[in-house]
């Protein structure tokens, strides 16, 4: 109960500090919008090669970008509050490291939330076809990816200590992703040898995995190396993000 006390306040303060700022929240909120009214009309011309009935059905992966690279920036934030001694100044409370990665992890994750809802309520509007089941399913991939996105973030911000230093090593490592994993359109479009490739990008099964919950194609493998890379994916970030909290202590 301590644990999950000392993450509410920091997730509490957290928000607060996000609220201030309405900027934040209102980029927050437009950029789901942005990906589905710019991106959609882009692959209209492929829908029937597809055997889809519109655009909008390539909803789930716009949902996993979301979660990757949005998660991927939470720790500019952290830099910044580093540098202020925020950071310090929690350090030397007895409160539990995970409890300091895991409030901020929160955040991330009920701003990724609310950035979900509005995408595949917008994909409803638009046209998109899913089952809830599968909806939720696929929001709940995203969700735990984008958690370990938040995670990773923090624990390479407050290793790096610049902003200078994370942000191209955040650009190199999303590059990659966004090619790879088949989020923008699906690896068999490609050659052989490149999906071959993809096959070692995790993030390409939670794609797969989102993909197939939203047309209601509930595989058992497919399903199985989704979550488990999601799974995978979340303990190892946090994992991290709470050994560099530690290490800054000692």
């Given at each position: 109960?301590?644990?999950?006390?000392?993450s509410?306040?920091?997730?509490?303060?957290?928000?607060?500090?996000?609220?201030?700022?309405?900027?934040?929240?209102?980029?927050?909120?437009?950029?789901?919008?942005?990906?589905?009214l710019?991106?959609?009309?882009?692959?209209?011309p492929?829908?029937?090669?597809?055997?889809?009935t519109?655009a909008?059905?390539?909803?789930?992966?716009?949902?996993?970008?979301?979660?990757?690279?949005?998660?991927?920036?939470?720790g500019?934030?952290?830099?910044?509050?580093?540098?202020?001694?925020?950071?310090?100044?929690?350090?030397?409370?007895?409160?539990?490291?995970?409890?300091?990665?895991?409030g901020?992890?929160?955040?991330?994750?009920?701003?990724?939330?609310?950035?979900?809802?509005?995408?595949?309520?917008?994909?409803?509007?638009?046209?998109?076809?899913?089952?809830?089941?599968?909806?939720?399913?696929?929001?709940?991939?995203?969700?735990?990816?984008?958690?370990?996105?938040?995670?990773?973030?923090?624990?390479?911000?407050l290793?790096?200590?610049?902003?200078?230093?994370?942000?191209?090593?955040?650009?190199m490592l999303m590059?990659?992703?966004?090619l790879?994993?088949?989020?923008?359109?699906?690896?068999?479009?490609?050659?052989?040898?490149?999906e071959?490739?993809?096959?070692?990008i995790?993030?390409?099964?939670?794609?797969?995995?989102?993909?197939?919950?939203?047309?209601?194609?509930f595989?058992?493998?497919t399903?199985l190396?989704?979550?488990?890379?999601?799974?995978?994916?979340?303990?190892?970030?946090?994992?991290?993000?709470?050994?560099?909290?530690?290490?800054e202590?000692?």
């Open positions: 109960m301590t644990f999950f006390r000392e509410f306040i920091i997730f509490r303060r957290q928000l607060r500090t996000n609220l201030r700022n309405p900027a934040w929240v209102l980029i927050g909120i437009m950029q789901p919008v942005l990906y589905l710019l991106f959609a009309p882009l692959l209209t492929l829908t029937e090669q597809f055997g889809a519109n909008y059905t390539f909803v789930p992966g716009l949902l996993v970008q979301l979660g990757i690279f949005g998660a991927l920036f939470a500019f934030g952290l830099i910044a509050e580093w540098r202020e001694g925020v950071v310090e100044a929690e350090r030397v409370t007895p409160a539990n490291r995970t409890a300091l990665l895991f901020r992890v929160l955040r991330d994750v009920l701003q990724l939330l609310v950035q979900a809802l509005i995408l595949v309520g917008l994909g409803y509007a638009m046209g998109m076809e899913a089952p809830i089941q599968g909806v939720a399913l696929g929001i709940g991939l995203t969700l735990l990816t984008g958690a370990a996105g938040a995670a990773a973030s923090n624990a390479l911000a290793t790096a200590k610049s902003e200078e230093v994370m942000a191209p090593l955040t650009n590059m990659p992703i966004m790879l994993s088949g989020i923008l359109l699906p690896m068999t479009l490609g050659p052989a040898w490149l071959r490739v993809s096959d070692f995790p993030f390409r099964y939670i794609v797969d995995t989102a993909r197939s919950a939203f047309a209601g194609t595989v058992a493998s399903m190396w989704g979550i488990l890379w999601a799974v995978v994916l979340f303990v190892l970030a946090v994992w991290w993000g709470t050994r560099v909290f530690r290490k202590n000692a």
